[in-house]
């Protein structure tokens, strides 16, 4: 394949990142804006042009015998350690880095195209931009990593980018306490990560992924069977790798940084803490799938701690008042749906359907969340409020992002012929396929999906209308707005027809899709069931909701604290590290570091106290001591002498 | 074997040059220091004389007795009143300066008395018969001359130092 | 009596009083002009050494006395300088107490 294309995929974004962020400052807000959103256009037409030929072509080079082959377009030496140990930099090309190009330009440029009239007012435009832009460059150059390195690199680029993003309103205290404590979460998991890279590299002699998965039992075998406490180094680089994922896609305990995350501008959270950042842990894992499939045991921790992410989130999103917040955790579960697909996926249970489902909801979920991302953005500003007690009745005012919401909803809730619909069921049934304890578990959730995202609907849309609405009346955004609304809405109504089986599976080899009836069916049922209740409970302005909090306060104020991660988190850095550990610590530094060049410092001082005298400036003092010292050599020569 | 009048002359002049150095450093009026000196000086010019270099005595009277204290009186009368008398020494001080001069005195007696050339009992009528007289005519030879033992150069560097030393002075003493 | 010859050491040993008594006075007194007469009794010492070392060890030269002739010299002009720099602090200070120009110190 022709270098052109890859390369300047990755270029066009980073030099509008260069070109906003140093000349950004004399350019007009709609200059900044055009060549932003011209920018990412043309990237998205790129690799769309690339995903098709990979696709469609039929070329040799990607398809042989009908499997789908992994390609590196390039693969450039940056570092070479050892002669085995090299770190390069390069694209690679194979289904999921197709589809991720696909999803992440689309997005991309949606949420470029709706902040040209979201942020229209917001000072720092055009640095907005230059950071949108320098994130697209991030996020497209971690999903064509060729080697792990590479996408280390990548990894903590869109961190920074994240960082950048949930800290643009920079006066707002709140919004850059969320920066930081983002960045410092999916730091320290990003540490864990490191390690992983390290261990893995150290012993398999290589970070290239196609090297490390083509041949798995050979990097199995390179550890030499050693073990640490247990298990193997080979699982427990797979676990330390995850456990950036974990960072990353905010999966329990490490999820804390993604609600405060909203703090950022709505479609900063569209693009990253809903469409592609966040499943970046995701593509991790399904990047290096081969690798976890010999070592089975680091996929049942994935698969654990997906579900009990996925419920927890559930839970607290049904009790959120603020709407990002809500979205924020369906996120969070929707991504640990993922998380437990990918868990629960082996070569011989469908040919690995959890792996190709997981990433068909991905896709879905990428384009869906981002809808709703972009709607409750909408949603805020018309009313100037994140809470829905602020909303209701919505509807009449604001038909267009109304629908789209709607569809949004359907779609998550996997409503028939919605996106969500098809990839959820796939999902579902390779967790059946699994163990049928997994499968029942994830209904659940996804019931209580469809009842969150649908009590925030009616609670947004119907209840009561607020009276402030007459002296300020809502109304639906401008076109810049509605037009990535409408785009992504039917996106999300027709996704579930594309033929994902056949494009996108573990190893390449086409997979057929077909509806499990029981699997789905009660799905469906359940999804309905979830609607319904919602429906009877917050259609209407009544008194249930109200007494149902009442009737257990406890359980809402928990839900609602979010289980009290954060007050833990606090407890735990406040009360253990920061009183006992680092308290200590800054004892010994005080006390014995500190002390000890002071020490110096006062031996020195005392003595120069003591000496200066001598530097009397008195030329009869040194005449004296002159003479002294003559005399003294003069009698020091006679002894010698004798 | 000196003649008696060399040595009774040599007596004298030695006892006043010691005592009067001895009063120089000890009077506390500084004009009486300084006709002290003057004595010292002019002891020495004498000393000079005895030794057979009549041009060096000369000379010593002229510019050391003659100009030089001259300058102090001048300097003294210009900064003291006439009864000033400079206060008592503090006693740390006298006791470290008479330390010094003692010890350093002695150190040096010891090492003249010590040293070969001391044994060598050469009177001065002996050495004075053993050198040439010195005429004027041979130290203007000496002083101007460019040979070997002639020191034209260190009299021109000496005659640039006196030049600098007189607009230094000016420069350094004059009113502003 | 040693010996009634005049010896080197005749001239010597008074030229080694006068340097001990100029030590003295150099270290011990406070005004400036009286520690200029001590440092030229001591280089007056040092003169009349130069003269009788030419003149006992080396008869047939006249070094010595050039040096002396040189010092003598040179000791007019630094006597000129120094006499010069005191009646300068005199006059900024009001008087000539070396314990008292101190403002330079440091």
Redesign the interface.
Known sequence: MDITLPILILAIPISMFLILGIGGVKMSRKMAGVLGILGMGTTMALAYTVAFTYFFSGDSAFIVDGIRQQLQVFDVTWLAFTEKLVVSIGFLLDPISAMMLVVITTISFMVHLYSWGYMEHEPGFQRYYAFLSLFSFSMLGLVVATNIFQMYIFWELVGVSSYLLIGFFYKLPSAVSASKKAFIVTRFADLGFLIGILVLSFYTNTFNFAALTSDPASALASTGGATFMGASVLTWALVLIYVGGMGKSAMMPLHIWLPDAMEGPTPVSALIHAATMVVAGVYLVARMFPLYLVEESALTFITCVGAITAFYAAVVACCQIDIKRILAFSTISQIAFMMVALGVARPELHDAMGYMSSMFHLFTHAMFKALLFLGAGALIHAVHSNNYTEMGGLRKYMPITHWTFLIGCLAIAGIWPFAGFFSKDEMLAAMFANNWIWGAWMTMVAGLTAFYMFRMYFMVFWWEENPHYKEHKPHDAPWQMSLPLIVLATVSCVAGFIPFGELVTWNGAPYHIHIDPVVATTSLVVAVCAIGLAAWLYMKKNSKPAAMKNAMPTLWKAANRRFYWDEIYMFITHKIIFNIICKSIAWFDRHIIDATMDGFAKVTQRTSVAIKGMQS????AY??WY?FGAVLLALVTWICLL | ??SVG??IL?FVV?IC??VF??M???SRK?LR??TY?LF??IS?AV??FQ???Q??GA??IA??AG??MV??V???L???KPDDT??Q?ESH??I???C???L??AA??FA??TMP??A?????A???A???D?TMK??GH??LGTDK?R?LL??EA?SV??L???I???V??R?R | MY????????????S????????????????L??????L??ML?AA??NF??FN???F?????G??F???A??????E???A??????V??AVG??D?NEI?KM??
């Open positions: 400036g008195s030329i009869q005449v004296l003479f | 074997m000196d060399n040595i040599y030695a040059m010691v150095s001895f120089a450093v000890t500084i220091a300084a000196l010292v000086l020495t000393f000079y030794l057979g270099y041009f060096l000379v010593q510019v050391y100009g030089i300058l102090f001048f300097s003294i210009l900064t003291h400079s206060g020494i001080r006298r470290a300066g008479v010094a001069s003692v350093g005195g040096l007696l003249l008395f050339v001391a060598s009992g050469c009177s001065l002996e050495v004075l053993a050198g040439p010195i041979e130290i000496t002083l033992f020191y260190p009299f000496v130092l006196l600098a030393c007189i230094g002075g000016v350094v003493a009113k | 010996s009634m010859d005049l010896g080197i050491l005749w001239y010597l040993v008074p080694v009083l006068m340097f001990a008594c100029g030590v003295y006075g150099f270290v011990t007194r406070k005004n002009i009286a520690i200029l007469v001590s030229e009794l007056n003169d009349l003269v009788a003149r006992y060890l008869p047939g030269q006249m070094e006395m050039v002396t002739l040189f003598i010299a040179i000791a007019a002009a006597t000129a300088i006499i010069a720099i005191i009646i300068n005199y006059r008087n000539t070396i101190s110190k440091f």
